[in-house]
């Protein structure tokens, strides 16, 4: 079996890495090509197109950032779309808008190509170690025919429902994040106003009702004062409003997403976009007149 591989993003370089450790042939494309010559150096086959990469592949996959990308190289000029063959398995497992899945899969239906949506959770450190959460929506038949690929790039795979409830689940998972990260930092920032050692706090509440893989994901690397970017602020932007809009259409109130999403873009505005999504904390610690960092940082 030949996949094609299409986005090697920070996200999608190393799910490509690992689908090729399993033994499996790739062709891959993407924009940039420092990006394709390093996955070609690992042992895949450069695709010249999207159209190029379909004609040659079994099943392809599209890791990408956003809807309108998605759009573009499935259904667009070159895209996937002109070069896939009928009975042949398109997964998208980029972060997109629910009811922008459900459009790609409507089209790729019509020409007889099956479609999951299956986007990932976990950030850039579960993408290297194959470990990431994956959410999918589609037939249960088309979803057996390619969980053991999937399982290669993470530690699980879970049909949530049709097409686009993979991403429906997806933003329900940004929103449980984001929360956390916002909780994470007022409390931090509260404790360190009031002198107390975060890192101790940390070591105190992990094991508690408040522990979650999020505080033991985030809490060292603020304490730290690390924000390199394992998920970027602007990416999880890109989610929160992909939920925010998603709620309006279907009359569902979030009103904490809402503010979440007004600390990040304040957090854009001051040139943090490209940031991990932890130094939400730097909106607190600024109006707090506070840092907070271990001791001895």
Do not use: W
């Not at 390093?38 to 004609?55: C, L």
């Not at 573009?72 to 972060?95: F, P």
């Not at 925010?244 to 009359?251: K, P, Q």
Request: some cysteine; aromatic content about 4%.
């Amino acid at each position: 079996m030949k996949i094609g591989f299409i986005g090697l993003g920070i996200m999608g370089k190393p799910m490509s890495k690992n689908l090729l450790k399993a033994g499996y042939k790739l062709v891959v494309y993407d924009i940039v090509q420092e990006a394709v010559k390093e996955v070609v150096a690992a042992g895949a086959e450069a695709g010249a197109s999207p159209k190029d990469v379909a004609s040659k592949t079994d099943i392809v996959i599209t890791m990408l950032p956003n809807s309108p990308h998605v759009k573009t190289v499935i259904l667009g000029k070159d895209g996937v779309i002109e070069g896939v063959q009928k009975g042949k398995i398109v997964v998208d497992m980029s972060s997109i808008a629910p009811a922008v899945s459900q459009e790609v899969g409507k089209a790729l239906a019509e020409k007889g190509v099956e479609f999951l949506d299956a986007p990932v959770s976990g950030g850039e450190p579960k993408a290297i170690d194959g470990t990431l959460a994956i959410m999918v929506g589609g037939k249960e038949e088309v979803f057996n025919k390619v969980k053991d690929i999937l399982l290669k790039m993470g530690s699980s795979a879970v049909l949530c429902g049709d097409i686009g409830a993979g991403n429906v689940t997806k933003l329900a998972n940004q929103v449980i994040v984001a929360l956390n990260i916002a909780a994470m930092s007022e409390a931090y920032v509260l404790a360190t106003k009031a002198g107390v050692d975060p890192a101790k706090v940390f070591d105190a509440i992990k094991g508690g009702l408040a522990g979650s893989t999020v505080l033991n994901a985030k809490s060292p690397m603020v304490l730290e004062g690390n924000y390199k970017p394992g998920f970027r602020i602007e990416l999880h932007i890109k989610d929160l409003q992909n939920a925010l809009d998603t709620a309006h259409d279907i009359g569902v109130p979030v009103p904490l997403t809402s503010v979440v999403m007004e600390i990040f873009q304040a957090l854009k505005v001051e040139g943090k976009a490209k940031e991990d999504h932890c130094g939400i904390i730097q909106f607190y610690e600024k109006l707090a007149g506070v840092k907070v960092r271990k001791k001895g940082v």
